[in-house]
Nanobody, 115 residues
Framework: QGQLVESGGGLVQDGGSLRLSCAAS????????MGWYRQAPGAQRELVAL???????KYADSVKGRFTISKDEAKYTVYLQMNSLKLEDTAVYYC?????????WGQGTQVTVSS
């Protein structure tokens, strides 16, 4: 069964930066896309960014110009560089990977932006 291991969350001040990483186990093959979602307290989980098999990307309007998603296929890893963080970016961030057989979710990593 495929696994995703996330890292890089933490506490950062308003305007700061963080980089999230998500490593997929090598038994996840034929990956169609890799991406990040987030869920703030009392809110529904929402899309943050996706990167597709061909390298194209999709971002939520709220993070465009501030966040950058990238991947290292050799390492089965997806990254989320988050710059100019705002208080409203505070949430648990979840890695999501889909291959030909299904979707996988990470355990979540907390990102807290303080004033």
């Amino acid at each position: 069964q495929g696994q995703l291991v996330e890292s890089g969350g933490g506490l950062v001040q308003d305007g700061g930066s963080l980089r999230l990483s998500c490593a997929a186990s090598e038994n996840i093959v034929s990956i169609q896309y890799m991406g990040w979602y987030r869920q703030a307290p009392g809110a529904q989980r929402e899309l943050v960014a996706l990167i597709f098999i061909g390298g194209s990307t999709k971002y939520a309007d709220s993070v465009k110009g501030r966040f950058t998603i990238s991947k290292d296929e050799a390492k089965y890893t997806v990254y989320l560089q988050m710059n100019s963080l705002k208080l409203e970016d505070t949430a648990v961030y979840y890695c999501n990977v889909e291959d030909l057989f299904g979707a996988y979710w990470g355990q979540g990593t907390q990102v807290t932006v303080s004033s």
